[in-house]
């Protein structure tokens, strides 16, 4: 069984003065008007004030202090079953599957960024599909074949999904480069690399070749299982938030909160490969 030595967070100092000259670029382009509004654009508002930054960087002190504790991996007694498991053993391993998904909150704060405007539930399923067809792809093609990857690269490349995809929310590919990226490529694109990732997180223990293919299907399985009732969950809490009349003003804060965790856990896992490399 191989192991991962996690590094302490990243300076807070040099890390807050990346993302204010970044946030300060797009804060000064990004406005809202009340015209009809793209799919994945806000709730049309006046203008959504620029978030307070004593508590974005709070938020910021928080994470960069709380990121090794919460770092995303499989639980020793999980990783203990897998390794010593032996035959068959579909349902504890969709079990295993639906739990990782559901804790996995580097997965889950970019699904939150591909959802966040979207209101109809076909267009959740159009993306949430395009999604499970990268991360499974590559999760099935990582493990089956043997094929390794650095992880800490993968992460890093996970933390930048979810930068990509906050910056996307607050239109910022569209004021500074004059065009929108296709967004379906995007969260396709995304979705391999989140399925190298979960496929890194298996591949650090000898798991027995008697019943893998079953295993690991089972496994990809309550994976997906884990992103529906997750996402399920995720769905209920957005839609009672968007009710609320404060939606749009927060929904530029949240957005730069997102991209600060993105940046947090990129700078955290490349800090991890200079480390350990």
């Known amino acids: 069984m191989s192991t991962r030595t996690r590094p302490c967070a990243m300076p807070i100092r040099t890390f807050r003065t990346f993302i204010t000259a970044i946030l300060t670029e797009a804060g000064h382009s990004i406005h809202v008007d009340r015209r009809p509004q ?3 654009a806000p709730t049309p508002t006046a203008h959504l004030h620029r978030p307070p930054w004593g508590r974005i960087v709070l938020a910021l002190i928080v994470l960069g202090v709380a990121a090794p504790v919460f770092a995303h991996g499989v639980a020793a007694g999980d990783a203990r079953f897998m390794a010593q498991t ?27 960024g591909v959802i966040f405007f979207l209101y109809r539930l076909k267009d959740v399923g159009i993306y949430v599909t395009l999604f499970a067809i990268g991360h ?6 990582g493990v089956l074949s043997g094929t390794h990857v650095n992880p800490y690269l993968v992460d890093a490349i996970i933390g930048l999904s979810v930068v ?14 004059g065009f929108q990226p296709n967004t379906k490529a995007a969260v396709l694109i995304f979705g391999f690399f989140h399925g190298f990732g979960l496929a890194t997180k298996l591949q650090d ?5 008697d ?12 994976v997906e299982i884990g992103q529906i009732l ?8 957005m839609d009672f938030w968007r009710l609320h009349h404060a939606f749009a003003r927060q929904a530029f804060a949240s957005n730069v909160l997102l991209m600060a965790a993105g940046l947090t856990l990129t700078g955290y896992q490349l800090t991890g490969y200079a480390i350990n490399s």
């Open 38 to 40: 793209p799919l994945l």
């Open 164 to 177: 990509y995809k906050a910056l996307d929310n607050l239109g910022a590919y569209k004021a500074w480069f």
């Open 211 to 222: 019943g893998l293919v079953a295993n690991i299907l089972a496994f990809n399985v309550g």
């Open 86 to 112: 032996s035959g068959t053993q579909l349902l504890p391993f969709v079990y295993l599957g639906a739990k990782h998904m559901a804790t996995g909150y580097d997965h889950l704060l970019f699904l939150v």
């Open 230 to 237: 997750a996402l399920s969950a995720i769905l209920i809490l």
């Open 136 to 141: 499974s792809t590559t999760l099935l093609f």
């Open 205 to 209: 223990f000898a798991l027995p070749q």
